[in-house]
């Protein structure tokens, strides 16, 4: 049984890799934390608790970052891809539930303590709140059993940035909190858009979703149609990269992912601003700012065939159970 945290900016995709971590066979959600990102922090906390509600999902859900800690590459939250409530501008009901009162930070110090060794944190936002944890908890890296990013580009299979020629959205959004996060020593495997971007769901997988995965699918197939407008305007196909659900994917079956352990920097200004890099591992360099860091494992190959299996098949069989 993996017990999980999950750090998030729902978002679309997000929304998608939430109910795959809900619906995954051997996972314990423990927590919800929110932050800023695809939305305001606001509207992220109400789509988590709108799924917590709609799914019957039993973890508490948790308000995190407003802001980022440094200077970010990127500014207001990017409607034009997750539509202005997150969403996809779906209605979203009035909510029953509430966010619990303690911070997103101190909430993930806090499952993390209570079973120590025992939790993976999926962080698919900004890294703020891990920042935040660390700077609350100092010993979390010997605590915590995985963290498991989805953010990052390091040129693997052609893939660069997305918001500028080197920086991805979620690194971009606080590259502060995420040169702190992973060079932290906390255990972190970077599923980046090297490899998420090699995942791709066309027109004919999210019918198939809409037909085989009840609710949970009608539910995808509803908030993807403006994601897959945003990707058709851009790419011209009516198809989209599989981003944070990739990280669910490395969580749930690792081996379907080539990593390569790396010392790994964030610039944190100027024109490449958001670029993750890596250092080649025993490489000597002039500067210092590579000695003696911790490792990050950074994923550069995936099956794509069998990583999209494993979500169809994760979604479709939990039709039919109880609050499923
Ligand atoms: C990342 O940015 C967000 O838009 C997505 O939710 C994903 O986490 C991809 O760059
Ligand atoms: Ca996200």
Redesign the pocket.
Known sequence: MKRVVFD??I????AMALLFLHFARDVELQAIVTGF??ASVDSTTRNALYLKEKFGIEAPVFRGATEPIGPSLLRGY?DF??GRNGLGDIDIPDLGCRAESQPGAQAIVDVVRQYPGEVSIVA??RMTNVAAALELCPELPQLVQQLVV??GAFGFNGHRG??SPVA???IAGDPLAADRVFTSGLPTTIVG?DV?EEVIMDRAYFDSLRKDAGLAGRFIYDISRYYLAFHESVTGRYAC?V??SSAVAWLLQPDLFTTLDSTIRVATEGIACGQTVWAAPGTRYETNGWDGLPVCGICTAVDSDTLLQLYADTLASAVGKPSR
Do not use: R
Request: hydrophobic residues 30%; aromatic residues 0%.
């Open positions: 998030t900016d978002g679309i995709d997000d990102g695809n990017p891809v997750h698919v936002g989805m953010g997305n918001v991805e959205a979620n858009l998420t990269p981003h944070d």
